[in-house]
């Protein structure tokens, strides 16, 4: 704006605060990794075994649970059931993950490794559904947790009177309680991670131990079991036969691996460390990981089996007292009100915190996608804006369910099968193209009975799976909203001229500066030449004008933003050629047009014949692969990337 115009008033201090501090670290987040989980320096790193804890949060707390969900699954199996639980979380899962570390040792997870697969429009869509089903993951985490978290504060004999009937406002405030952790400012507080975890896990060893206590003490209890075992299924073979089929259904004991490998970036690694060989962040990893899953599975095996046979089985269906709360209501039977009191106030804190180690994993995972696709707005890469509306939806799914565990237990197991079906996939097809055929028949297999696994889930429970098709529509339908929104934005991070791109610009530099955009065919002389002509009869150019030629050429129309390098070249001994590669022919040239005007100080020309063909066909050949109308949208990208008309490139078209 120039000194002789009016002076703009300034905007009310308080919008301006507001929005200052609802972007809070948007131009930092968006040069590196955005998120809660960013990567940290390596000196600011942690010992495995304190992030652990933070991905515990996720993993562990499903003990709150998880005991109740396989009872009401499997009934009298629930025991054998979690077994054939443990081996394949040992045997399947574990191995998987221990190699997407390997793969993607900056914590981008599977999804990273499958989107390297495909390119163009087929492999943004494909991460889009699988970002569907991690959102599903994710919110139905925060939400199913900030649910159970009521059950137990609601089943507390001491509050379940004044509270019984209030759920879904409990629920609502403590997931709005969990936003404003992360509005305030999160940095996860792996200290206080510890502290939880550390105290619910030792609770729940008391509780199971107490649990044993009573069930050695008291014979026929084992005994009565297995009798109503042999009487209902027959059989060990019938029992693990059932098991088998059963056992999808407790896939909710399954959760935490994803987030165990998102949060790798704050494990600290060997002094000799590199960026691209990672080697001893990705080893901390693999003892995270490992650690995590032997411990759950531990308790997996011993909480199905004592509340399996000390807890009445009208007691787990909806409405009983053990219902989503098991192991509580074995810590106020067998140790008393007090103790259990203790227990729910524990068990309370690590679902609710659960949320938030889910809540980090969105903002982890989505920045790191939608808005490099174009798919989401610039806000997008700040935390609090995306904070605020995640919070919003999953108050949504809350009032939806009505804050019942149960009933998000479909949908939640859905997202997590489907990611580690995902997961196996990958590692597959990562050790066939590393010539591995011993692991290629292995992550095969385990891909197959995770495969198998979610066709089963989803056959039984297909509310999840329409829950996470709703989340997948939602994400692409709005992705693609915002990539529609976004298409006239300059698309370019950064112009790079090489040496003689940089000397044909200096040489023009001098007078005016003119440029033909040209569609490449033969480039053979005759091309050039008629081109030439053309333009200058067309708009009148003296024939002692330079004129310099433009070519853009389309690699990948689906990419959004990239960096432009522009490379020189002359053909037939006088045509002088500039070449660049993006994503968008006028996106690429509004960028080389004002990087060039910004460089010598002059406005330069540009010149375009009309393209012959339906305006409304032509956009949507913009919009999708990158061409069309270049003149037009061309102009269109200058008037959006530069307000003043006086500064602004000049487009000529005849």
């Not at 806000?379 to 369910?401: D, E, G, S, Y």
């Not at 009975?449 to 339908?477: H, M, Q, S």
């Not at 406005?603 to 063909?613: A, D, K, L, M, N």
Request: proline content about 6%; aromatic content about 8%.
């Amino acid at each position: 704006m120039s000194t002789t115009s009016p002076p703009v008033p300034p905007p009310p201090a308080a919008p301006s605060r507001l929005r200052a501090w609802l972007l809070e670290g948007l131009s930092d987040r968006a040069k590196q990794h955005p998120g809660p989980h960013a990567e940290a320096p390596e000196e600011h790193g942690q010992r495995w075994w304190r992030v652990m804890c933070l991905t515990g949060l996720d993993y562990f707390s499903t003990l709150g649970y998880q005991p109740g969900i396989a009872a009401l699954a499997a009934g009298l199996l629930s025991p054998v059931a979690t077994i054939v639980l443990v081996v394949v979380t040992l045997c399947g899962a574990l191995p998987v993950y221990r190699r997407v570390a390997k793969e993607s040792p900056h914590g981008e997870g599977s999804i990273a490794m499958l989107e390297r697969l495909l390119s163009f429009w087929q492999g943004k869509l494909f991460v889009l559904v699988l970002l569907g089903f991690a959102a599903t993951d994710f919110l139905i985490t925060i939400t199913l947790s900030a649910a159970d978290a009521t059950a137990h504060l609601v089943e507390n004999p001491h509050l379940t009177s004044a509270l019984h009937g209030r759920q879904v406002l409990i629920t609502l405030f403590l997931i709005a309680l969990l936003g404003a952790v992360f509005l305030k400012g999160f940095s996860e507080a792996i200290g206080l991670a510890v502290g939880l975890v550390g105290i619910y896990l030792a609770l729940n060893v008391v509780v199971v131990v107490t649990g044993l206590w009573h069930v050695a003490t008291a014979p026929h209890v084992v005994a009565d079991w297995s009798h109503a075992l042999t009487a209902e299924h027959g059989n060990v073979v019938a029992m693990v036969g059932v098991s088998l089929i059963v056992f999808p259904k407790l896939a909710l004991g399954l959760s935490g691996f994803e987030t165990g490998v998102a949060v790798m970036p704050h494990i600290k690694g060997d002094p000799g460390d590199t960026e691209a060989r990672p080697t001893g962040r990705t080893r901390g990893t693999h003892k995270l990981l490992t650690t995590a899953a032997v411990i759950m599975s531990v308790f997996l095996i011993t909480t199905s089996f004592i509340t399996t046979l000390l807890i009445p089985a009208d007691q787990f269906r909806p409405g009983g007292e053990a219902n989503g709360r098991a192991l509580a209501y074995l810590a106020h039977e067998y140790l008393g009100s007090a103790f259990g009191t203790v227990y729910d106030v524990s068990t309370i804190a690590i679902l609710w915190f659960a949320g938030a180690s889910a809540m980090a994993g969105l903002l982890n995972l989505l920045p790191r996608y939608l808005p490099r696709y174009g798919m989401a707005p610039h806000w997008a890469r700040a935390v609090r804006p995306t904070v605020l509306v995640l919070t919003a939806v999953a108050f949504l799914v809350t009032w939806i369910f009505d804050a019942d565990v149960d009933a998000q237990g479909g949908a939640y197991a859905t997202g997590v099968l489907v990611l580690i079906s995902s997961a196996a996939i990958a590692v597959t097809i990562a050790a066939r193209r590393a010539r591995q055929r011993g692991w290629t028949i292995g992550f095969a297999v385990i891909a197959a009975v995770f495969l198998y696994t979610t066709a089963l889930n989803i056959a039984e429970r297909p509310d999840g799976v329409k829950i996470g098709a709703c989340f997948i529509a939602g994400i692409i339908l709005i992705s693609l909203a915002s990539r529609l929104a976004r298409a006239f934005e300059l698309r370019v991070t950064d112009v790079v001229l090489d040496p003689i791109a940089e000397r044909f610009v200096r040489d023009c530099a001098h007078r005016d500066i003119r440029l033909i955009a040209n569609e490449p065919s033969n480039r053979d002389l005759a091309e050039y030449r008629d081109k030439t002509s053309q333009i200058r009869a067309d708009n009148g150019i003296a024939p002692e004008d330079d004129l310099l030629f433009v070519e853009v050429t389309v690699r990948d129309p689906s990419d959004f933003e990239a960096e432009l390098r522009v490379r020189g070249e002359v053909l037939h001994d006088r045509y002088r050629i500039l070449t660049l590669e993006h994503s968008s022919i006028p996106n690429a040239l509004a960028a080389l047009l004002l990087h060039v005007r910004d460089t010598t100080g002059q406005q330069p020309h540009i010149y375009f014949e009309w393209t012959e063909g339906n305006p409304f066909a032509q956009f949507l050949r913009f919009f999708l692969f990158g061409q069309g109308e270049v003149a037009p949208v061309t102009r269109e990208v200058l008037r959006e990337a530069e307000a003043d008309r006086s500064r602004r490139p000049r487009v000529h078209v005849g």
